[in-house]
C-alpha cells in the first residue's frame, strides 16, 4: 500500500513540476514566502543580519556620497538621521563592532567634508552626529579611499581578456584532492564582487566529504557522467534577510555576481570548476538545504563542482555569440 501511495505521490510531483505550469506558481508562492518570513521592511527588522544589511546599506549611502566628484553640501541629511537612530540601537544591543566602527568613520568623513566646505558644525542634527561618532578608533574601514592611478596600474597589467576566454567549464578533473586553502583563498578574492548597496549577502558553503558531496550532486541532477571526477562541492546562497521590498530578484543578481567572481578567482587559483544549477522544485532545495547544512533563510544561487587540473582533459567549446548579437548600441 506504502508503495503505490509513493508511486502516486512522484506521479503527482512530476505532474505538478514538469507537465504543467503549477510547478512555476508553486515555486514562486515558495520564493515569496520566504521573502515575507524574512526580509525587512518599512525600516523594522526581524533579524539580526537584516538590521546589519541596513546599516550597511544606508552608510554605503554617505560613503557614496562622498566619493562623488562634487558632493552636494549637506546631502543626505534624511537618511543620516534614520542612520543614527538605528545605528544607536544596533550599537546597545551588540556593542561597537566593526561595523558600527565603519559607521562612526564614515560620518567622521562626512564632518570633515563639511568643515571644508565652511559649512558650521553646529545645531542639533550635527550634534547628534558627533555625540555617536565620540572617540571612535580610527581604521580603514567605513568612508571612502583614495588611489593613485599608477598604483592601480601596477595590479591591472595582468592580461584580463586571455584570463577570461581561457576559462571553461571543466567536467574531467584529476584525482588529487583541492586543498581547502586554496578554495579559501579564491572566496576570499570573490567576496570583492559588487552587491546591491555593498550587503554582500552570499556565502560560500564547501563540502569535502563524499557521502554528502554525491548526495548533493544526486539531488542536483546534472552531473551525471563526472559526478565521481567532483573532487570538492561548493554550494552558494544568499541569505534573504539582506532584502527588502521589491528586492526579491536582487537575492539572485547579487549571488550571480559573487558566484562568477568565484569561477574566475578558482580558476586563477589553478581550480577548474563547473557551476550546477540549482532550477529544480522547491522540494529539492529543501533536500539540498537539509543534506547540505543550509539554514531555509538561505537562497540556493548554484553549485559549483571543482577538482584540480589534469595534464590534458577536454571541454566542450560551448562557443560564444557574435558580438553584434549581444550588443545594442543606443
Ligand atoms: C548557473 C549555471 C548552471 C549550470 N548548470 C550546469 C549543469 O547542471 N551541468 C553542467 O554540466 N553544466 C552546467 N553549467 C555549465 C554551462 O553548461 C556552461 O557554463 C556553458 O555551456 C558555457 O560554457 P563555459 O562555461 O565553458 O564557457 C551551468 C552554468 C551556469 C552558469
Redesign the pocket.
Known sequence: MSEIITKLKLKIHALIFWQTSLGDIANNIYGLKLFYKYSFKNNSFKSKESEIAFLTKQYHIVEKGLALPNPRLGFGKQKIILLLDKSKKYEEKYGEDKLIISIKNCLSEYIEFNKKNNIKIEGSYFDSILSFIGLSKQQELGGTLSINKNELKKNMSLPFESFVKS???I?DFSSEDVDVETIKRAVNIAKHAPSVCNRQSWKAHVYTKEEQILSLLKI????NG?TKSINKLIIVTTNIKAFTTLENNQIFIDG?LF?MNLVLALHSQGIGA??????FPFTSEKNVKSVGNIDANERL???IGIGNIKDNYK??I?K?KDLNEIIKIN
Open positions: 576559462r571553461f567549464s567536467r542536483q541532477g546534472g552531473n563526472f550571480g558566484s563547473c557551476c550546477l544549477n540549482t532550477c544561487i548554484m553549485m571541454v566542450a560551448s560564444k
